[in-house]
């Protein structure tokens, strides 16, 4: 059982961490805010595709929950995602300029769980995004208002999002450690899951020949857990419609697993092989 004293530790830690990288990155101001603001480049295509295909009339999402109505909202909520995508490569660039720096030793012999490294690393890249996302809530809040309950709901999806998104980028961390061809070839790897992981479009916009994979990438049930969770204040019989139990099976269970693999294979493979490629 965890007494007091060794929660309070844990906590220390943690904000320790998040505050020290917050700090190191505050000092790059302009670099701050562009990353704040790039993901917003990624909405003007979606919604110029989808304003298009509305106004033809065409019917392109026969059996989706895309409409006319609510397709700004599911753009947004894309654009939040996007925001928080960036800590699959923040650990990457992280652990890289720690390695560079030769400061890396430092961090890993410091008297500092790895979970506490992972999840004080997290906090830091969520506040550095936090002025986006939170703008982005209020706005599809003011446009699609929904109860309080169904708003804890999807900001509690998002915190998943960002937990898996970061131990995804943790793992990224641990190889461009050990070594940096496997982290490129993750990478790549894990940028294709992203890219059929209907983000920003509905699985109906894609061929049914790759419904089969996008349908077995966890991701998928990730962004479309939270497009139904907001939606489902709106029109609750129609979301509960495409919710199904193995979104709820998969988030669960991917955002438990994810950190704690995430943590295991840190220190397995850093006590093995250390850092290379100085």
Not at 42 to 66: H, K, N, R, V, W
């Amino acid at each position: 059982m965890f007494n007091k004293k060794i929660i309070r530790k844990n906590i220390k830690q943690i904000l320790a961490l998040a505050i020290k990288d917050v700090r190191l990155k505050w000092r790059f101001k302009q670099e701050f805010f562009i990353e704040n603001f790039l993901p917003f480049l990624a909405l003007f295509f979606p919604l110029i595709i989808f304003s298009t295909l509305f106004q033809l009339e065409i019917d392109f999402f026969e059996g989706s929950y895309y409409t006319a109505e609510n397709y700004v909202l599911f753009l947004l909520l894309a654009y939040s995602v996007e925001c928080s995508i960036f800590l699959l490569w923040y650990y990457r660039d992280l652990f890289y300029d720690e390695k560079t720096w030769k400061t890396l030793h430092g961090l890993m012999l410091a008297p500092v769980s790895k979970f506490n490294l992972l999840i004080g690393f997290l906090i830091s890249g969520l506040l550095t995004r936090a002025f986006s996302i939170v703008i982005t809530v209020i706005i599809c809040y003011i446009l699609f208002p929904i109860p309080l309950m169904t708003l804890i709901l999807v900001l509690i999806v998002m915190l998943c999002i960002s937990i898996t998104f970061a131990s995804m980028g943790f793992i990224l961390g641990v190889f461009v450690i050990v070594n940096e061809n496997i982290s490129a070839s993750l990478s790549i790897g894990i940028s294709f899951i992203a890219l059929i992981s209907c983000l920003f479009y509905p699985l109906q916009i894609f061929p049914e020949s790759i419904h089969i994979f996008i349908l077995m990438n966890p991701l998928y049930y990730y962004f479309d857990l939270l497009k139904l969770s907001w939606w489902s204040g709106i029109n609750y019989r129609e979301a509960m419609g495409y919710i199904t139990i193995y979104h709820i099976i998969v988030v669960i269970s991917f955002t438990i697993i994810t950190p704690i693999f995430a943590s295991f294979l840190f220190i397995k493979i850093y006590k093995k092989y250390g850092a290379t490629g100085y």
